[in-house]
């Protein structure tokens, strides 16, 4: 069984969990549309286009299909409403997406559809506005007093919160944060609505709680882990222990059946006044998932066994009570790995040496026009690239016989440059300098380059159809060179 973790974001953790409960029976990919650490904790992983990007679910579907994925795990909430969409196409491919229905996801995403839902259901929740007049009128007439909380109404990860003590602070939040979404990929979800992309809500006093809320894959209920949450981070659990409380519990019931969705529901509360007061919820793994695991419950597994038709096992959810847990600063070093392999070629980055560099640039020089040994000292062009430039590289048994290199550190431009692109003949049309440039672009993105710039001959016209095909376009032509741009 091979499992795809998409939008996997800095949740290397899951990627952990996920091949502990495979037991070497399957791999775990991961995949993100930047490079992040814990893409290098799966077993391999993918950088995508944009979850915007229509080119995205194709992209997918032809990973999916070349990896022989059987699971696809949402791991960000838009990401989840985009697949949930396209349940039927992947089921086609016999590949299974683990979310919520796409009403489901409507609710959980839109903290409007949040709030009527809640209501509806007869849940407390603070009491939530759509304009600065309606909240003013609800202050006028005592219903709910200062501070308020003004928020995005598709928002997440606590970006753009602003507390308002005052009349002035609430008109200044509002119309500020109507201008920061659009800013932000927040801007994506909030097109929908741009007059009301902002909520306004009453501010809860208490303490605050997080359950996950587990059902199995058919979507019936389980139970409910509840955690109280003892600090928190840029709206991350920080610090957390388990516990035991009957009306939490009698919650995570009632909200399973309510909606549609598989494996966890992530839900935020507060219990003030010895009322519960639901503020949110995320159909997915959220952040204080970790906090239930530590405490014993390896949802992750169960979710294998599920899929390979085995029984609900209560011993691999219940939580043991009163553990307490907390998320550390571990400070890593923060280096790009390539893709592991195609077609039997290892790749790396900046292995080689300057003379293993050279001698793959000579054995290569006759290929260009004029030669590369006759252009430039190449010698010295392999120290330099060694010293202080980017190279891909693709092995075989050993023997470099492709490259891309080039530069990226030119930060006033933000602007990177390849200087060769080349594979041994012998090695070539089997797709090996696509996926070295594919693996150049994504490294140079972790060093903060915009554009990247390259010029080839004017007659080399299969390597111009590939750099068209990997999106750059031609910005400069001349009589022999061509000058071709890439925006990252």
Request: with cysteine.
């Amino acid at each position: 069984m091979n499992i795809l973790l998409t939008s996997a974001g800095r949740r290397g953790y899951l990627c952990r969990y996920f091949k502990d409960a495979l037991h070497n029976s399957g791999k775990v990919f991961a995949a993100n549309s930047q490079y992040t650490q814990a893409l290098t904790l799966a077993d391999d992983y993918v950088i995508t286009p944009l979850i915007f990007n229509p080119d995205y679910i194709p992209f997918l579907q032809k990973f999916v299909a070349k990896n022989q994925i059987d699971v696809i795990i949402p791991l960000f909430d838009v990401d989840g409403y985009i697949l949930s969409k396209e349940q039927e196409r992947f089921a086609a491919q016999n590949v299974k997406i683990i979310t919520g229905s796409l009403e489901t996801l409507k609710i959980c995403n839109d903290k409007w559809a949040s709030y009527k839902f809640f209501t509806e259901k007869k849940i407390n929740t603070p009491r939530t506005f759509l304009s600065v007049d309606d909240c003013q009128k609800a202050i006028t007439t005592g219903e709910i007093n200062f501070p308020v909380i003004v928020k995005p109404r598709w928002g997440m990860g606590s970006l753009g919160i602003y507390t308002a003590e005052t009349p002035t602070e609430l008109e200044v939040f509002f119309q500020k944060l109507q201008r920061e979404i659009f800013t932000t990929y927040l801007k994506h979800e909030s097109a929908q609505d741009k007059t009301h992309c902002v909520i306004i809500q009453e501010k809860i006093i208490g303490d605050e709680f997080g359950l996950d809320v587990i059902n199995d894959l058919n979507g019936n209920y389980v139970l409910t882990s509840a955690k109280r949450k003892l600090a928190l981070r840029a709206g991350e659990t920080d610090v957390a222990i388990t516990v035991a409380n009957p009306d939490l519990e009698e919650l995570g019931k009632q909200l399973s059946g309510s909606l549609q969705y598989m494996a966890n529901l992530d839900v935020d509360c507060f219990i003030s006044r010895q009322k519960i007061y639901v503020l949110e919820m995320n159909c997915r793994f959220g952040g204080q998932y970790p906090f239930s695991h530590l405490a014993g419950v390896r949802l992750t597994d169960q979710i294998v066994r599920w899929l390979n038709n085995e029984a609900t096992d209560l011993s691999l959810l219940t939580p043991k009570i009163g553990v307490l847990a907390g998320k550390e600063i571990t400070p890593v070093r923060f280096e790009f790995q390539t893709s592991m392999s195609v077609n039997g070629i290892s790749l790396a980055i900046k292995k080689a040496t300057h003379a293993e560099l050279f001698d793959f640039y000579s054995r290569v020089s006759s290929d260009f026009s004029p030669p590369l040994l006759e252009r430039v000292n190449m010698a010295d062009v392999a120290k330099k690239i060694v010293n202080a430039g980017i190279s891909i590289e693709g092995y075989s048994q050993g023997k470099l016989v492709g490259v891309v290199s080039g530069y990226a550190n030119d930060f006033a431009t933000a602007q990177a440059y390849i200087n060769i692109v080349a594979v041994e003949k012998q090695f070539r049309k089997q797709g090996i300098a696509k996926l070295l440039l594919q693996n150049f672009i994504t490294c140079v993105k972790c060093h903060g380059m915009k554009t990247i710039l390259l010029k080839t001959d004017s007659n080399n016209t299969s390597a111009i159809a590939l750099y068209k095909k990997m999106g750059f376009s031609i910005t400069q032509k001349g009589a022999s060179k061509i000058t071709l741009t890439l925006a990252l």
